[in-house]
């Protein structure tokens, strides 16, 4: 069995990063198209069923740009994960018109973000466990080797794709993301963090801080025999997840009142986003055959 580590980021490098995942292959096209939420044969481990996936948009984009919740975060996953696959369509597209092949490309996945910790979703599925990404069908097969010249010809057109999309909201988001680092020493989020030790401790699990739980996770998960490694899944997303809720329930409510804030100060944009953003992402949907899709319980 292929060891697990877990699948977090930390947002602040991310955005300056413009979101870089990695990423695994299944397909699920016919229920992308209806937007239903479907099973996606993900790990094997959740005591619960695999992860699924869900073709429903928020209410709001916000919610998907500017996240102040783990829940909410699964849609900037599926937001990231989209706009990755749009620049390896339109890649891919390129090598077709010129009958070349590209080299291999690790596989995307929905990476959740560390700061902003999905506790239901981890508390069902465990700390590494994640929603399988569907790959968009191959095309034909190219036999002909790409000189470099053309390989960073269809890989500007593959980034000009994603800078299209990203341009809508990147900017912005990273600015939302700066703003979550003032909430790291809140005075009410320093005390629930100070429960976490003696927490984990009731769990049997030796850390003093978020960080060194999940060294000890990938430790585990590393070591773990093939028949224990579910076990060990499901026991430490538990963990993390019970121990996590008392510092959620101080940090939520926290960034709910920097976004309320974060909108007024940015009402221009804001308005901008909740306008143009949607139906960009429905035209690249058409345009790249590429389905929004995001992660759910």
Known sequence: MTRRTNRFRFPIRVAVAAMA??????????????????????????????????GTL????????????????????????????????????????HSIALPEQAPLAFIRFLELPDLDFIARHGTSASAV???????????????????????????????????YYAPLQQQWFSELVSLRHNPATVRALRTLPDCFARHGIRARDENGF???????????????????ERELGLAYATCMRPVEAVREPARERLRTSFLTDHAGEIRALRRILVPALRRAEELHDVRLVFPVP
């Open 58 to 97: 928020p209410d709001d984009p916000v919610r998907m740009v500017l996240p102040a919740s783990g829940a909410e975060t699964r849609w900037t996953q599926g937001l990231d994960v989209f706009v990755e696959q749009v620049s390896r369509t339109a890649t891919a597209s390129c090598a077709r018109e």
């Open 214 to 232: 999940f060294a000890l996770a990938d430790t585990l998960m590393q070591t773990a025999a093939p028949s224990d490694l579910p076990r060990v």
């Open 21 to 54: 995942v990695l990423l695994t292959a299944c397909s699920a096209e016919t229920a992308q198209r209806s937007g239903e939420t479907v099973p996606t044969g993900g790990s094997s481990m959740s005591p619960t069923g695999a992860p699924r996936l869900s």
């Open 133 to 167: 990404v569907p790959t968009p069908a191959p095309g034909p097969a190219t036999a002909r080797a790409a000189a470099p010249a053309e390989l960073r010809r269809c890989g500007a057109e593959g980034k000009a794709a994603a800078r299209a999309l990203r341009d």
